[in-house]
């Protein structure tokens, strides 16, 4: 995917001045907001996918529910947009804050986690989800690829394939995209659409993940043969071949075992709500602090 040159000004405002990501259909640069004159990052849509109807839309749809979100947990949206490209292409974009960290992919590099580190990124994460499930979103993509570890504390990223809830699970999708211009956050928050390939999600699907996601933290490896990991979770299949989690680590209570199994179980009726995995998961990590010597 060809990448837009340094120095390129979006609306006469943010200067990229390097690519620090890439998706299937866009390109997040770090930049500078010349009006501000401070640094934040900037995803733009490919430019030989300008004409691509469903790649606009999911640009325009992780905006629009990031911007929902609203959690300190979430990268912060300044504003998002279509932008005139110097050769006159027009293509949406977001500006988004500068994460300053690195992915918890590259910190399960070096192995697993003591649990109640595990448990503080979890319960983030949960607690993330728990106010996107409340708000009609499903994330659908949380891996550990989408957790940063910022210098300010644990961020979900990527809500690229996040989808509005089904019909009847409490929230009404719009049937498309509103006209998406160049808007601060906060306005045209209406309910956002369904992904057109994830529109299939619950919110027990996100929990699901979540229970991989923290097995793998305590254990440094995936429920599943490497081989199929991925596919299985990519492909939504997950719960049909969910394995029953083996948690053999001295020093892990029990109900942490507990909750990871809960979450992984095969039947999404039988799996807790992330509200709770999130109450949960906060209160395992405060049983888990020393007590304070008293003044007295």
Not at 20 to 44: E, H, M, P, W
Not at 182 to 192: E, I, N, Y
Not at 196 to 206: E, G, L, N, Q, V
């Amino acid at each position: 995917m060809a990448r837009l040159p340094m120095g390129t000004a979006i609306l006469r405002r943010y200067v990229l001045i390097g690519a620090i990501g890439q998706g299937g259909v866009s390109t997040v640069y770090r930049a500078v907001d010349s009006v501000r004159g401070r640094k934040l990052a900037v995803k733009i849509l490919a430019p030989t996918l300008a004409g691509d109807p469903g790649a606009r839309d999911d640009v325009r749809r992780e905006a629009l529910i990031t911007d929902r979100l609203r959690h300190p947990s979430v990268p912060r949206v300044f504003e998002y947009g279509d932008a005139p490209l110097p050769d006159g292409t027009v293509v949406p974009y977001v500006a988004l804050e500068l994460l300053d960290g690195v992915p918890l992919t590259e910190r399960l590099a070096g192995g697993r986690l003591e649990w109640p580190e595990a448990v503080r990124i979890a319960a983030t994460a949960a607690d993330v989800l728990a106010v996107a499930h409340r708000r009609g979103v499903v994330h659908r993509d949380l891996s550990a690829r989408n957790v940063m570890l910022a210098t300010d504390g644990v961020k979900i990223i990527d809500f690229g394939l996040a989808t509005a809830t089904r019909p009847g699970d409490g929230i009404t999708e719009s049937p498309a995209l509103p006209y998406f211009r160049t808007v601060a956050p906060g306005r045209d928050r209406g309910a956002p659409p369904s992904h057109p390939k994830t529109a299939f999600a619950r919110p027990a699907d996100d929990v699901y993940t979540l229970g991989v996601l923290l097995y793998e933290m305590l254990t440094g490896r995936s429920p599943y043969p490497p081989a199929v990991a991925a596919t299985i979770v990519a492909a939504g299949r997950a719960a049909h071949l969910a394995p029953t989690p083996v948690l053999a680590i001295p020093g892990l209570p029990p109900r942490l075992r507990d909750l990871v199994r809960a979450c992984m179980a095969k039947r999404p009726e039988d799996r807790p709500a992330s509200v709770d995995v999130a109450l949960d998961l906060w209160r395992l990590l405060d049983e888990a602090r020393p007590l304070e010597p008293s003044v007295n």
